[in-house]
């Protein structure tokens, strides 16, 4: 298998003219300088073909330039493209109805409507502190929700992301995410892990630091992203719904990356049997148009007028694109997410078979993560290796990006074919062979 010579001379010029215009601020990868995409298959500018097992990071669900996405998209740029949030449109209304049919709560559900993923969870803080006239937050550490200032209060996956910004907004205690596979406290004997995050809330953070009734919300990703791709354990959701319960604390659910269909059904939080208060939904939800959504339960959405808004809500755009991916999910694709990303799953513990520095193959549907160590009996992540992998899977034509310390995420398009697996996994573990060769 030979690797692809990259970047080639038309993508080298873009990087240089990039240097000059752009804002360094952005973690660009690799140079992969896209021409075009059609499905799982994207091609540079130099026309060389890679599979994307990243989906412009778990966003293109439906795939690249899906016709009836891009059908849809024409249509309603005919007709118009933008009336400010002060006006009505029909598409807006038509999509803010589905989400009430998909919401994860059985209460009617009221949406808000933004550009993107921060903008989702900086709407649901806000309503969070308007509707329950309380200050205080609990997140998670390896937490991803955003860089704006609200936002980056809760985020704690890399240091970075903080450095230099501080202070944030300094209303947010950050407890252990629940990793089973990397605990940070000791489990009691009847216990699952997920129990003992929630007990060293209430034990703790609930009794020495915060009072309960000055806590307004628990913002939480229900697998989180760029935290590693770590699934709680499942004790967790069920004691954390009741903690909040028995503290009138709501539970935002941040669904940015895990929902739309990812994980083989419309939101991860769906596996774990407990019902949120509010959920903040961007990334996949209209196929790449910018889009994010606050969807509430309608007892708790009861700001007045004015108390918040934005320009762009309710872009038409993004709402007629919202509508075609969501009909793509119902007719195919949610449940080709439980089929190929089984299939995916149970390769990827194959390869394991044969590679002893994959510590942990974990994932839901088409949420995937590879756990890369230096011993699999210590668990010790090993992030040169998984960023070498990263990279000598790009030059042999496999889009991939890590996650949290150790680990290259699979969020492919959920149009995915298991031919389309095969290929994208043979590159994957030669990529593997050649970085423990060194």
């Known amino acids: 298998m030979q690797p692809i010579d990259l970047p080639g001379p038309k993508a080298k010029k873009y990087l240089e003219r990039d240097g000059k215009f752009i804002s360094p601020s952005y973690p660009r990868v690799y140079p992969f300088v896209m021409s075009h995409g059609k499905g799982t298959q994207v091609w540079d500018v130099d ?17 690249h330039a899906h016709p009836k996405v891009v059908k849809a998209i024409q249509e309603q740029a005919e007709k118009f493209i933008h009336i400010s949030s ?34 989702s969870v900086e709407a649901a803080i806000k309503l969070a502190r308007h509707h329950t006239g309380r200050s205080q937050f609990i997140g998670f550490l390896g937490g991803f929700h955003g860089r704006t200032l609200g936002s980056l209060a809760f985020t704690a996956s890399k240091s970075v992301y903080r450095n230099r910004f501080f202070p944030t907004m300094g209303s947010v205690v950050h407890a252990p995410y629940p990793d089973s596979y990397r605990p940070l406290l000791q489990t009691r004997a009847g216990e699952d892990y997920g129990e003992t995050v929630v007990r060293y809330i209430e034990e703790q953070i609930l009794t020495r630091l915060l009072p309960p009734d000055n806590v307004a919300a628990v913002l939480v990703e229900p697998i989180q992203g760029e935290g590693g791709y770590v699934i709680p354990p499942p004790g967790f959701f069920p004691a954390l719904r009741a903690l909040c319960d028995k503290h009138g604390i709501l539970l935002i659910a941040d669904e940015v990356q895990s929902g739309m269909g990812r994980t083989g059904k419309w939101w991860a939080i769906e596996h774990f049997g407990v019902e949120p208060d509010i959920v903040c939904s961007a990334k996949g939800i209209a196929s790449g148009v910018p889009l994010g959504a606050t ?3 309608k007892s708790i959405m009861t700001w007045p007028k004015g108390a918040h808004g934005n320009t762009y809500g309710g872009n038409p ?39 002893s520095h994959i510590g942990d193959v974990r994932g839901l549907g088409l949420m995937i993560g590879v756990d890369f160590v230096t011993d699999q009996q210590t668990r010790q992540p090993h992030k040169a290796l998984r960023d070498r992998i990263e990279q000598l899977s790009f030059k042999h034509g496999l889009i991939t990006l890590g996650c949290g310390q150790s680990t290259i995420r699979f969020a492919p398009t959920l149009s995915i074919s298991k031919e389309e697996i095969d290929e994208g996994l043979q590159i994957f573990e030669h990529a593997i062979t050649l970085a423990e060769r060194g």
């Open 47 to 63: 026309g060389n073909r890679f599979l994307d097992f990243a989906a412009g990071l778990a966003v293109t669900g439906t795939g």
């Open 295 to 297: 969807i509430a339960r």
């Open 86 to 119: 002060d006006f009505y449109h029909p598409a807006w209304i038509e999509l803010s109805a589905r989400l009430n049919d998909i919401a994860p709560f059985s209460e009617d559900a009221l949406t808000f409507l933004s550009n993107s993923g921060s903008e």
């Open 317 to 355: 755009l993004a709402c007629a694109a919202a509508l075609a991916t969501i009909e793509l999910m119902e007719e195919e694709y949610i449940q080709n997410a439980v089929e190929v990303g089984q299939y995916a799953i149970d390769a990827l513990d194959e390869i394991k078979v044969r590679h």
